[in-house]
């Protein structure tokens, strides 16, 4: 079974606990992820002891790289895996010959993956880490179409003043819809309809 390399520790001050195993493993805060478990003690005098679960970001690039390795293998799929680890997440870019295969249908095999991914990593660890997989840079991609057909959409309405109802999407592509219009003048959006069939309509505004 794949493991992801941790180390544990127990006291009964949670910041000592926290100080003393960065400075065993010679890292910082922004260098590592970690949890840590309260446990009182019953009894008539109560205390409190602390377990900490610690990996070093390094670490845990390296286990989902293999992790990553090992699913898609089994999918039969050669990939390459660019990983880039930024303060509050990890952003995976896959690089493969079969990209329809490793994305699915809109993006679903990918969403997949990202969920089993997180799982597995809160199951080792304790704490939510938070993982963003691509696939030859599709999400990057796909960004840039949905926001720029929501613009022209967008200059539609405000110059017929008349709504436009758009494709259904997932909750992502919604927000990256009503993100994109915030401060477009003359319009306004709003989500409609019923998961998985969610949309969002585009409304002129008087302005």
Known sequence: MLELKNHKYEGKNKEELINNALKELNASTNEVYYSVKEEVSGGLFKSKKYQLTISLKDEVAEYVKLYLKEITNLMGLNV???IQKRENYIKVNMISDNNSILIGKNGRTMSSLQTLLRNSL???????????LDANDYKEKQQKNIER????LAREVRKTKVEVKMDSMNSYERRLVHNA???F???TTISE?????????IKPIEE
């Open 80 to 82: 390459e895996f660019e």
């Open 122 to 132: 809160q199951n080792k660890l304790g704490t939510k880490i938070n993982v963003i």
């Open 149 to 152: 057909l929501a613009v022209k």
């Open 181 to 183: 219009l915030t401060n």
């Open 185 to 187: 003048k003359g319009v």
């Open 193 to 201: 309809g019923e998961e998985p069939n969610r949309y969002v309509i």
